[in-house]
């Protein structure tokens, strides 16, 4: 009997999590053929590089040896193999089952021929497979600003953004940082952290527009400016002039701006436009089920390409988040199996440290004319949020000193009231009377006991370390590294 081949297009979290996940079901009985523009990396530990807190070597999250030992061949775009991993793709591995290395063939998937399971590359060959997950993540937008790709101005979503920027960056420079979301702020005390004058320019009134209300934006954009960040909000930036080896930010709305370099965070979106012509069903992401499958039952999608049940409101939205990529990639890998496993839907959460406060945001925190309950100490930096819908929270906002132990309890305390949507009952006055007490309801509620017997697979986690692929490679494949032109 021929062995299952599972084609995982995408390594970054959604897809290292569906093959880690297939190895600990199968413990490999399938062949996993991995097809990535880039070695595997973390996107989220990219801040801590850019601020210097870790090596570059501790940004990848698969050396080579290990997907040898996953036994895994990975099919990578036509780039050269980063210096780093060069010596390890070619070190024999004597306790290691599979292949000594990846393949690399130096290959990027262009297109999709779902009726004959085929995944095209971009040298006109194909690939075929049994089943295909998608997990190819996202890439930045740039507002159409004249003179935007310029020398001396990055995105922040790559490695090799990173790598520009820390190039560039010197202490003493002037520092734009063109929009203030989420994606801006995972960098913002990394950036700092370099003794730049920075300037923050937001076309919203306010920072984080999506993840935190006005009131608790205006507690966060106080702090940063009493660390002397300048902060432009309610402007835009209409084009960016060379100024004798500077840039000069053309402003509407405020003074124009002269800087030594800029950053771009204006937002992402999903990686789709190779599946024009592969009749998967496209709305914001590729619309899955609750199994994560797309309308063709043998290609699942997962991570920031899938649009799926959201839990609280049961929607099917697109949550770019790495939580979200973790569970789905668990979830498809599990399926590909074999197994029946349904994922109950993604939380939408973002948490930030900001100058060492912690900002956090839950579920449906935006909600017009809901009930709400807000407690608020600005000369504290505190604030808290909570959105109901009836007895249960359905939404919550909490911002306070991320050196204080009540703050990073009570922040995992109301993830687990909005995650659980338990009726707090005769608890939701006495919470909208005592907002700084989470514990006391959330302990009265069994919310930890609720949460506990909530697992994204069939039992609990299996430490990634502890699978590998056993017998990897071995028995006969009608399809074992073949290439279907």
Known sequence: MSRKRHVIVGGGTAGLNAITTIREYDKGASDIVLVAEEWPYSRMVLPYYLGQSISESHVFTATAPRLAQLGVQFIRADR??????????????????????PDFVRRRASGLDTSNNLLKLDDGSSIEYDDLLIATGSSPTRPPIPG???????????????????????????????????????????????????????????????????????????????????????????????????????????????????????????????????????????????????????????????????????RKEVHAIEPTAMQHGRVVGANMTGKDISYEGSLLMNILDVQDLDVASFGSWNVPDAETSVMANPKNNTYRKLVWDGDKIIGGIILGPARGIWTTNDIGMLKGLVQSQVKLGPWKKYLQENLWDIKRPFVANHVTNTML?????????VPAREISATGAGSGASDKDGEVVD
Not at 80 to 101: C, H, K
Not at 287 to 313: M, W
Not at 453 to 461: I, Q, R, Y
């Open 453 to 461: 017997s909530v697992t994204t697979l069939d039992h609990p986690t």
């Open 80 to 101: 050269p193999v980063d210096p780093i991993f060069r010596a390890l793709a070619t070190q024999p591995q004597n306790d290691s089952p599979g292949p000594l290395g």
């Open 148 to 314: 935007a790709d310029g020398d001396a101005i990055y995105n922040q979503w790559t490695i090799d953004d990173s790598r520009g920027v820390l190039k560039d960056i010197k202490p003493g420079q002037d520092v734009a940082m063109i929009g203030a979301g989420f994606i801006s702020f995972t960098i913002l005390n990394a950036v700092l952290s370099h003794g730049v004058n920075l300037h923050i320019i937001e076309i919203m009134p306010q920072v984080l527009p999506r993840m935190i209300d006005n009131e608790g934006a205006e507690i966060v954009a106080n702090l940063l400016r009493s660390r002397g960040v300048n902060i432009h909000t309610g402007v835009s930036v209409q084009s960016i002039e060379d100024d004798d080896g500077r840039k000069k930010l053309i402003m509407d709305g405020a003074a124009d701006i002269t800087v030594d370099l800029v950053i771009m965070g204006t937002g992402i979106r999903p990686n789709l436009g190779w599946l024009d012509a592969s009749g998967l069903e496209i709305d914001q992401g590729i619309v899955v089920d609750n199994h994560l499958r797309s309308n063709v039952p043998n290609v699942y999608a997962a991570g920031d390409v899938a649009q799926g049940h959201e839990l609280i409101t049961g």
